[in-house]
């Protein structure tokens, strides 16, 4: 479900205000090397965590004792999450310095932890980085009914994984996590054949290029229990091709997400460790972030803006010039999917003009018709596919999703063909139109940039047709539909109103 503006103003507003609710310092702890913390969960349950934000000094190790437990606790999952540095949690000190079964790393981990009474559970963090660390611990205690997060795991270090791991790609960020157990008491083992317990994920995202600490630290406390998970979080469709404990997401640049996935056994539920990913890294390499890499991509998204803005303002004066316009943006862009260079797409490009002239002036105004109007509905398949549910598993097949494709924008080429004036007025206006946009989703940081991108991902990368493509939907891509809108609106009105049907007709060789 997309939210509005409106709608994460209102769920900010309610997080800041529930934090400030729940057991939690406002002031950050400092760690230091040999630091003991400890840490009373006297009143702590599953739908109140404790949650403590800290920064770890470089190079030091840290000691928890966990003590003062509610008796009605069965487990608890204790976490630490810390901003772009990662970090180890160990069960035991003398685990810190290598990789084991005892310890895991990164940057939000956690740990299974089995309670008994009166006994003080002991955990240890070292921080291997030479530069202090921000971090956030949060403690969920769960019942004995509920199901273990993580507790059939088979490929992680840990024996009991509460926790995920993430892969982030060039085009996609692969989010894998270990199968849950069913409750586990001293009568009943745990048990992992014919496993009966549901586990679902859930997402989030930050706004766009928010790279803040502060909305970090925020973002994953809103994940952290299995109320807030579900009350904030977007569920994810199950996977129908591969394992069902591995999602794959677009990786939208520069873009904060949390992963969360939640185990279900008969009506109580638990939550695994908030995972996170930006798709880069704007703290060990910002370069990462940025969607422009070099000059030549910036030069051209100057000259993609300003083609589009003159098409826009003066097309209807050099009519035959500015319907070349959509062919050669649609022939760039498919060339850049075939060679990945875009001089080399532009070239290519420049080709399917010249190929789509040859055709007025050799083959039926019909062919040209429907070839010119193809950029159109190329482009609304494209936003098709943008948009499309995550649930629609049916796309995952290729040929079924290939199929679709081509027959919508075959479709609507054919229906632009048909209403001559009219479907010629419209392909030239959405077309400049998002060639102005398009520039103007690079610079601001939104994601309407990615209704081209993530076909050219569906063409070239390979597994790309397991992921879930679903967009941020924030302020900046609302008001750039807008005026998207606004710029369609007055190129239509202009080309048709003050130019003329019947001008038009005389000056289109479309229609001659």
Same mark, same amino acid.
């Given at each position: 479900?997309?939210?509005?503006?409106?709608?994460?103003?209102?769920?900010?507003?309610?997080?800041?205000?529930g934090s400030l609710a729940r057991e939690k310092s406002s002031d950050t702890l400092s760690l230091t090397d040999g630091s003991v913390l400890q840490v009373n969960l006297t009143n702590l349950h599953d739908s109140v965590p404790y949650m403590r934000q800290v920064s770890i000094k470089a190079t030091s190790n840290a000691t928890f004792n966990i003590n003062n437990i509610s008796s009605s606790a069965s487990f608890i999952i204790f976490q630490i999450h810390t901003y772009q540095?990662?970090?180890?949690?160990?069960?035991?000190?003398?685990?810190?310095?290598?990789i084991s079964n005892k310890s895991v790393f990164g940057s939000n981990i956690g740990l299974f932890s089995r309670l008994s009474e009166n006994i003080v559970t002991q955990l240890f963090v070292k921080n291997d980085n030479v530069h202090d660390v921000?971090?956030?611990?949060?403690?969920v205690a769960y019942h004995n009914k509920a199901p273990i997060p993580g507790g059939c795991n088979l490929e992680f270090n840990t024996e009991i994984a509460p926790y995920a791991k993430v892969q982030i790609l060039d085009a996609m960020v692969i989010v894998d996590f270990q199968p849950a157990s069913v409750p586990w008491n001293d009568s009943v083992k745990l048990t992992c054949e014919k496993n009966p317990v549901k586990v679902e994920m859930y997402q989030i995202?930050?706004?766009?290029?928010?790279?803040?600490?502060?909305?970090?630290?925020?973002?994953?406390?809103?994940?952290?229990?299995?109320?807030?998970?579900?009350n904030n979080g977007v569920k994810v469709a199950n996977p129908v091709i591969f394992?069902?404990?591995?999602?794959?997401?677009?990786?939208?640049?520069?873009?904060?997400?949390i992963y969360v996935a939640l185990a279900t056994y008969g009506n109580y539920s638990a939550a695994y460790v908030p995972s996170f990913s930006y798709a880069c890294h704007p703290t060990i390499d910002p370069a990462s972030c940025d969607v422009l890499p070099n000059l030549l991509s910036k030069i051209i998204?100057?000259?993609? =803006?300003? /083609?589009? #803005?003159l098409s826009i303002c003066f097309g209807h004066h050099q009519l035959k010039v500015d319907m070349t316009l959509p062919v050669f943006f649609t022939g760039t862009v498919i060339g850049y999917a075939a060679v990945g260079d875009i001089l080399i797409a532009m070239g290519i490009g420049l080709c399917f003009t010249i190929f789509w002239l040859a055709c007025q002036s050799y083959f039926s105004i019909i062919f040209s018709g429907i070839m010119f109007n193809m950029t159109l509905g190329f482009l609304f398949a494209c936003v098709t596919y943008f948009l499309s549910p995550d649930s629609f598993t049916v796309l995952q097949n290729n040929w079924v999703f290939w199929s679709l494709f081509m027959s919508l924008a075959l479709g609507l080429s054919l229906i632009m063909t048909i209403i001559f004036e009219f479907g010629f007025v419209m392909t030239?206006?959405?077309?400049?139109? =998002?060639? /102005?946009? #398009?520039?103007?989703?690079?610079?601001?940081?939104?994601?309407?940039?990615y209704i081209i991108i993530n076909i050219i991902r569906r063409m070239t990368v390979k597994g790309f047709n397991l992921v879930t493509v679903r967009p941020p939907f924030e302020a900046n891509d609302i008001a750039l539909i807008i005026f998207w809108l606004c710029l369609v609106l007055y190129r239509t009105w202009k080309?048709?109103?003050?130019?003329?049907v019947l001008d038009l007709a005389e000056r289109t060789p479309l229609l001659r």
């Open positions: 479900m997309n939210r509005t503006f409106v709608g994460e103003l209102l769920i900010f507003l309610l997080l800041a205000i540095h990662n970090v180890t949690l160990s069960y035991d000190k003398d685990y810190l310095n290598k921000n971090g956030l611990l949060a403690v995202f930050l706004n766009e290029q928010d790279f803040s600490i502060n909305s970090y630290f925020v973002a994953i406390t809103s994940m952290l229990t299995v109320t807030d998970i579900k394992s069902p404990m591995r999602r794959m997401f677009s990786a939208y640049t520069g873009v904060g997400s998204c100057a000259f993609c =803006f300003f /083609v589009g #803005l030239c206006s959405i077309i400049a139109s =998002f060639m /102005v946009i #398009l520039p103007l989703d690079y610079w601001i940081g939104s994601a309407l940039k080309q048709w109103c003050r130019v003329g």
